[in-house]
Nanobody, 125 residues
Framework: VQLVESGGGLVQAGGSLRLSCTAS????????VGWFRQVPGKEREFVVA????????WYADPVKGRFTLSRDNARNTVFLQMDSLKPEDTALYYC???????????????????WGQGTQVTVSS
């Protein structure tokens, strides 16, 4: 399985970016998807996830109301729309796939089996 993220870049505070993650695999629709982010010296942290079972989506508190996750199973792609970006959103963003579907599992990075290489998001103040 290969996951390829794109869409990262440099943006001013208050701006927007749209990240994409495309998977090269069959049966993409039977996997939950998540995004995590990491800054140097810190652990990779949960951002958002969508359950394959019912499409329920959970957001980390710092991004609620600003980030929106969507998926297009026909294109094997998920999108992370990030609006009202803040300098503290600066990080390397990773998408990942999981066979789990509950909140408690999908907010834990250990429940994800496949990861992309990451795309850098930098928000200037």
């Amino acid at each position: 399985v290969q996951l390829v993220e794109s869409g990262g870049g440099l943006v001013q505070a208050g701006g927007s970016l749209r990240l994409s993650c495309t998977a090269s695999m069959p049966n993409f629709g039977i996997y939950s998807v998540g995004w995590f982010r990491q800054v140097p010296g810190k652990e990779r942290e949960f951002v958002v996830a969508m359950s394959y079972r019912d499409g329920r989506t959970w957001y980390a508190d710092p991004v609620k109301g600003r980030f929106t996750l969507s998926r297009d199973n026909a294109r094997n792609t998920v999108f992370l729309q990030m609006d009202s970006l803040k300098p503290e959103d600066t990080a390397l963003y990773y998408c990942a796939l999981s066979g789990y579907y509950s909140y408690s599992d999908l907010t834990s990075r250990v429940r994800y089996k496949d990861w992309g290489q990451g795309t850098q998001v930098t928000v200037s103040s």
